[in-house]
């Protein structure tokens, strides 16, 4: 794992296109399981244009059902990220290991790769923690720099969307 966080930094030392934008790596609009049925969504100008497209405002226009995420969502408001390379899709199954070296080979399926707020990575590799790997999520937390509050609010748009 000390490896795959090299590569993780290595991504975010490069200098985004524009230090606010979110973005595909094409410039063009991103692309997640989320708002699947939308297809490509994006590019925005600012990270809060990009969290209330993506679910912020439904918490907060329903505090009610997400009593919950109040506490986090405030945490969240006013805090500002870096922009950086993100691979999106970050998992066991997208790495591929050189097993007689002991060592990555490859890092695959980068379509939905983007300049995207920096705790997007931490969040979305969260998912295959409830997907049945949470020995990744606990190797994945050792080397990467958690987002807590921000991990919070995914997992409960996550729910809403799953639901929706």
């Not at 795959?4 to 692309?31: F, N, S, W």
């Not at 997640?32 to 297809?39: M, S």
Request: charged content about 25%; some cysteine.
């Amino acid at each position: 794992m000390k490896e795959l966080k090299g590569y993780l930094d290595q991504l975010r030392a490069l200098p985004p296109p524009d230090p606010q934008r979110v973005q595909a790596t094409d410039g063009g609009g991103c692309i997640d399981e989320r708002l699947n049925t939308v297809g490509e969504w994006g590019p925005f100008a600012t990270h809060y244009e990009f969290q209330m497209k993506f679910g912020y405002g439904v918490i907060e226009d329903n505090p009610e059902t997400y009593p919950e995420a109040r506490e986090p969502l405030a945490k969240l408001r006013g805090r500002a990220w870096r922009t950086v390379l993100t691979h999106v899709d970050l998992g066991p199954h997208n790495i591929l290991w050189n097993v007689k070296e002991k060592r990555i080979a490859a890092i695959i399926d980068w379509e939905r790769s983007g300049w995207l707020p920096e705790y997007w990575e931490y969040c979305r590799a969260g998912s295959f923690a409830r997907m049945g790997c949470p020995s990744w999520w606990e190797l994945f937390n050792k080397v990467v720099d958690t987002y807590p509050d921000e991990f919070m609010v995914e997992r409960l748009l996550d729910s809403y969307f799953n639901r929706v």
